[in-house]
């Protein structure tokens, strides 16, 4: 195990349905991530937040919702999506040093994703 | 175009068997890569890092090398065992303050009996 859990572990969902994906880090990092990973593409960051402040959000739709109430807990709320959106949503913590990545040792640690299909 | 390269995108190899995985990337400035394995269903987990002065690093019966000049990265599996069987994937750091990562398509490995 990584330290990072996600649930639900796989979701099926409706284009009109709202749900929620959890994960909570139990390694006192100070960063946490949401990534999606597409059948044959590489991973994609999402979401970035940094001592609970959002720090980049790589151009996704507003149907993506983060929350991110402490260091441990990340949230990304999910609304009227589309089938496209169907992947294995991944998330991940790391311990930031001052803002800004370690130039060695720098690591993310993932959880075991939640697969979605949007039906 | 993706910044990360991966080679061969699938393999198949016979257990006890020994491969080797191909990374080549233009991001740049680069401060260090990462090889990740992902078991199907699961979240990538780290087997190595390395910076760009080093050219080579083992992890048990995976070894990477780096060639910052030529901008390549290989992963080495030594004997292979049917537990080796999941997704390699190749993650650059780029030297830029940003957190993102710049990761490759990956390259599927089974091992068969």
């Known amino acids: 195990e990584t330290g990072v859990t996600q649930t639900p572990r796989h979701l099926v969902m409706g284009m009109t349905n709202k749900k929620s994906l959890k994960c909570e880090q139990h390694l006192g990092h100070n960063a946490m991530y949401w990534y999606k990973q597409s059948a044959k593409k590489p991973l994609e960051l999402m979401f970035v937040?940094?001592?609970?402040?959002?720090?980049e959000n790589n151009s996704v739709p507003s149907r993506f919702s983060p929350e991110c109430p402490n260091s441990s807990h990340l949230f990304l709320h999910l609304h009227t999506l589309q089938p496209e959106d169907s992947a294995l949503y991944l998330c991940a913590s790391s311990q930031d040093v001052g803002g800004r990545p370690r130039r060695e040792g720098y690591e993310q640690y993932f959880g075991p994703g939640t697969r979605l299909t949007v039906t | 175009k993706n910044q990360v390269e991966q080679s061969p995108q699938s393999l198949i190899i016979l257990e006890g068997k020994n491969c080797t995985l191909q990374?080549?990337?233009?991001?740049?400035?680069?401060?260090?890569l990462r090889w990740y394995k992902q078991d199907t269903g699961r979240g990538p987990v780290s087997l190595t890092i390395?910076?760009?002065?080093?050219n080579t690093k083992s992890n048990g019966r995976y070894t990477a090398t780096l060639d910052a000049d030529t901008k390549q990265s290989s992963l080495h599996i030594t004997a292979s065992q049917l537990s080796d069987s999941a997704s390699y994937i190749c993650?650059?750091?780029?030297?830029?303050?940003?957190?993102?990562?710049?990761f490759g398509s990956g390259t599927r490995l089974q091992v068969q009996p």
């Open positions: 993650v650059v750091i780029p030297d830029t303050g940003r957190r993102a990562l710049t």
């Open positions: 390395m910076t760009f002065s080093e």
């Open positions: 990374c080549n990337y233009t991001v740049s400035p680069f401060s260090n």
């Open positions: 937040y940094n001592f609970k402040e959002q720090t």
